[in-house]
């Protein structure tokens, strides 16, 4: 496996993660990336890198952003996240990955791609039901502008510094699992 392939995996993998907090902000960043030939997709998913496709996820961005501060739209759109995040998820990671056989990219992405978006997704989502419940709403312009703002950032280090990407990956679903852990006690 060369230095490639590994990167173009940890690329892959931390845009998934970003998936799970905003489906369109991570397929816009690699859209941007592929456009301004900053990365170099898989030859099938060149598209993504068309004007055409930059502006339709650029707009779809915009659009997804400003929908989760409207009160009640952003429950309504945490109930598809989480399947549109694993499509999501396989996507970015079949688009990014370099060198490998279909039958092992497609595994990397259905479990590592598709499996991380909806971890993330999925604790994002019961965070905000949370917050609905406990604050009435009140809370949840500042649940959305950290999970922007995490997609955002995410994204961007997982185009420039996808070591470091992986990492942080780690690291929240580390977090995620700590949180689960916690909340199956309390249940209990």
Do not use: C
Not at 15 to 36: I, M, N
Not at 115 to 128: E, L, P
Not at 159 to 175: D, K, R, Y
Request: proline share 3%; no cysteine; glycine share 6%.
């Amino acid at each position: 496996m060369t230095t490639e392939t590994i990167l173009s995996i940890f690329l892959g993998v931390g845009l998934a993660a970003s998936v799970g907090f905003r489906v369109f902000v991570p397929l816009f960043a690699l859209s941007l990336a592929a456009h301004f030939n900053l990365w170099e997709l898989n030859d099938s998913w060149q598209w993504i890198g068309s004007l055409t496709a930059v502006v339709t996820l650029g707009v779809a961005t915009i659009v997804e952003i400003f929908a989760y501060y409207i009160p009640l739209v952003d429950n309504l759109l945490d109930t598809i996240a989480v399947p549109l995040a694993a499509i999501a998820g396989t996507a970015v990671m079949v688009s990014t990955v370099a060198d490998l056989s279909p039958v092992i990219t497609w595994a990397l992405a259905i479990i590592a791609g598709a499996g991380t978006a909806t971890a993330v997704a999925g604790t994002s989502s019961a965070t905000r039901l949370a917050s609905t419940t406990t604050t009435a709403s009140v809370a949840n312009p500042v649940i959305s502008t950290l999970e922007t703002g995490t997609a955002i950032v995410m994204s961007i280090i997982s185009l420039f510094l996808p070591v470091l990407a992986i990492l942080l990956v780690i690291i929240i679903l580390f977090i995620i699992y700590r949180l689960y852990k916690k909340f199956k006690s309390t249940k209990t």
